[in-house]
Nanobody, 112 residues
Framework: QVTLVESGGGPVESGGSLTLACKMS????????MGWFRQAPTKEREGVAA???????KYADSVTGGFTASRSNDKTMMTLEMNTLKPEDTAMYFC??????WGRGTQVTVSS
């Protein structure tokens, strides 16, 4: 059974930083993409950052330069370093792996 568990969310003031983590277990295929998504109240879920099977990364325009995604060598842990946070970054953040496995999310709340 594949499970993803996010952690690291919480309240933070505008301009502050947080680092989210996503721990994956139960998946043995070593070549897969992982990604971070977020969903704010009343809005659709959107992609934030992706790490492809070969290690390349891609970011949403809204977070480029402020967020950095990384992954452990064994591909079981992914992190999202978020700097210079803004109130509009407030959302539930989810990790996803191999195109179909989702975590349950961790809440990030940025106050102005």
């Amino acid at each position: 059974q594949v499970t993803l568990v996010e952690s690291g969310g919480g309240p933070v003031e505008s301009g502050g930083s947080l680092t989210l983590a996503c721990k994956m277990s139960g998946y043995t295929d070593g070549y897969y993409a992982m990604g971070w998504f977020r969903q704010a109240p009343t809005k659709e879920r959107e992609g934030v950052a992706a790490i492809y099977g070969g290690g390349g990364t891609k970011y949403a325009d809204s977070v480029t330069g402020g967020f950095t995604a990384s992954r452990s060598n064994d591909k079981t842990m992914m992190t999202l370093e978020m700097n210079t946070l803004k109130p509009e970054d407030t959302a539930m953040y989810f990790c996803k792996a191999s195109g179909k496995y989702w975590g349950r999310g961790t809440q990030v709340t940025v106050s102005s």
